[in-house]
């Protein structure tokens, strides 16, 4: 008899733990666990999918759930519940939100979310004016929230109707060639690797943590995006290829740690992110740069190869607007660089304009 599937994984938050005993799974809460002083070990229910479970670890926690149901902390924790059974996002997304929303648990936690307005919004913002990246994380995540909370008739109103991102340093830069070089003749092991996939492919971190050998098709690899859960295709090009192939062929993904205990075990984006900076950090050449950046020197590189923004879409899943975004400046210097050559061009190929002699005469 078949074994039956069960549902998608679920990332457990800090503290909960699974232990398997004769073929059954089990769940609890336990804060310092393996340290002198481990707090009080506490049963959870058994299917991390249900909101039981969700609820049973917010008490453990002694947290929100004895609060009455129309205040912002409750909401809020309904709709990350929501996200985290349903699975329209992935764990990595709504631990992003828990996080960037802490400052408004802080502020509103107690008050009804009917009260809020835009304007308590952007106060929260103004607060973080030293911090745009941080304000603007916090925006965004009120965006989608606000959106699920006014479906569910929690709100009356669009609490980020009129607010605008804070504009920061410019975002993740795109890497230098001089950097690029410096990380193939520098980096090494698995590192080395995984940033030539991240180079060459363009795709999120969270995808390419995932690239292996079942994902190539046809000379690229075909796979579905952990983010978007966008079917996707990006072609394997000449330079990826070549160093593919030196690559082990087994099963699984091609990003996986290469020392320590856990050699062999498959890179989460977040680890592979930390020792990523630790050999960077030994590179003076590669100061300040960073991973996401990649992604952007990917999209330009497509652009500058003459695909279009829906083709690069394709490739990379990633929107349009943002594609525009990340090419705005190789457009703006490709077309300026044309210009020029074309002004140069068009000067030297203008005809001289020979003066008559009754002309030279009357200047003289």
């Given at each position: 008899?078949?074994?039956?599937?069960?549902?998608?994984?679920?990332?457990?938050?800090?503290?909960?733990?699974?232990?398997?005993?004769?073929?059954?799974?089990?769940?609890?809460?336990?804060?310092?666990?393996?340290?002198?002083?481990?707090?009080?070990?506490?049963?959870?229910?058994?299917?991390?999918?249900?909101?039981?479970?969700?609820?049973?670890?917010q008490q453990a926690c002694g947290g929100v759930v004895s609060l009455p149901a129309d205040t912002f902390n409750a909401v809020l924790d309904e709709w990350l519940m929501h996200l985290r059974v349903s699975g329209d996002v992935t764990s990595s997304t709504v631990t992003f939100y828990e996080q960037s929303l802490q400052v408004a648990r802080a502020a509103w936690g107690s008050l009804s979310p009917r009260g809020l307005k835009p304007l308590?919004?952007?106060?929260?913002?103004?607060?973080?004016?030293?911090?745009?990246?941080?304000?603007?994380?916090?925006?965004?995540?009120?965006?989608?929230?606000?959106?699920?909370?006014?479906?569910?008739?929690?709100?009356?109103?669009?609490?980020?109707?009129?607010?605008?991102?804070?504009?920061?340093?410019?975002?993740?830069?795109?890497?230098?060639?001089?950097?690029?070089?410096?990380?193939?003749?520098?980096?090494?092991?698995?590192?080395?690797?995984?940033?030539?996939?991240?180079?060459?492919?363009?795709?999120?971190?969270?995808?390419?943590?995932?690239?292996?050998?079942?994902?190539?098709?046809?000379?690229?690899?075909?796979?579905?995006?952990?983010?978007?859960?966008?079917?996707?295709?990006?072609?394997?090009?000449?330079?990826?290829?070549?160093?593919?192939?030196?690559?082990?062929?087994?099963?699984?993904?091609?990003?996986?740690?290469?020392?320590?205990?856990?050699?062999?075990?498959?890179?989460?984006?977040?680890?592979?992110?930390?020792?990523?900076?630790?050999?960077?950090?030994?590179?003076?050449?590669?100061?300040?740069?960073?991973?996401?950046?990649?992604?952007?020197?990917?999209?330009?590189?497509?652009?500058?190869?003459?695909?279009?923004?829906?083709?690069?879409?394709?490739?990379?899943?990633?929107?349009?607007?943002?594609?525009?975004?990340?090419?705005?400046?190789?457009?703006?210097?490709?077309?300026?660089?044309?210009?020029?050559?074309?002004?140069?061009?068009?000067?030297?190929?203008?005809?001289?304009?020979?003066?008559?002699?009754?002309?030279?005469?009357?200047?003289?």
């Amino acid at each position: 008899m078949p074994r039956r599937k069960g549902k998608g994984t679920i990332s457990l938050p800090k503290n909960v733990h699974k232990v398997t005993s004769r073929g059954k799974l089990y769940f609890y809460f336990q804060m310092g666990r393996g340290s002198a002083n481990p707090g009080p070990r506490i049963s959870l229910p058994r299917d991390p999918h249900s909101p039981e479970f969700w609820s049973a670890i917010q008490q453990a926690c002694g947290g929100v759930v004895s609060l009455p149901a129309d205040t912002f902390n409750a909401v809020l924790d309904e709709w990350l519940m929501h996200l985290r059974v349903s699975g329209d996002v992935t764990s990595s997304t709504v631990t992003f939100y828990e996080q960037s929303l802490q400052v408004a648990r802080a502020a509103w936690g107690s008050l009804s979310p009917r009260g809020l307005k835009p304007l308590h919004v952007l106060a929260l913002m103004n607060g973080m004016g030293d911090r745009p990246g941080a304000a603007n994380n916090f925006l965004s995540s009120m965006r989608s929230f606000s959106k699920w909370a006014r479906l569910h008739e929690h709100i009356d109103v669009n609490l980020t109707e009129g607010i605008s991102p804070r504009k920061t340093g410019g975002g993740h830069k795109p890497w230098t060639p001089e950097q690029i070089e410096a990380a193939k003749s520098k980096l090494s092991g698995v590192i080395r690797r995984g940033v030539l996939l991240y180079l060459y492919t363009g795709m999120r971190g969270s995808d390419a943590v995932r690239l292996g050998p079942e994902h190539v098709d046809e000379g690229g690899f075909s796979l579905r995006t952990q983010k978007k859960k966008r079917d996707v295709y990006c072609p394997i090009l000449p330079e990826l290829e070549e160093e593919m192939r030196t690559w082990s062929a087994t099963e699984g993904p091609y990003l996986r740690q290469d020392e320590g205990r856990a050699q062999g075990h498959p890179y989460t984006r977040k680890l592979f992110s930390k020792h990523f900076a630790e050999q960077r950090d030994a590179i003076p050449e590669l100061a300040g740069v960073t991973l996401h950046g990649l992604r952007c020197t990917a999209v330009i590189r497509l652009r500058r190869a003459g695909l279009s923004v829906g083709q690069i879409s394709d490739i990379v899943g990633m929107s349009l607007p943002t594609i525009e975004r990340y090419c705005r400046f190789a457009d703006r210097k490709a077309s300026g660089k044309a210009a020029l050559e074309a002004l140069i061009r068009n000067e030297a190929n203008a005809p001289t304009v020979k003066r008559s002699k009754s002309a030279k005469q009357k200047t003289s």
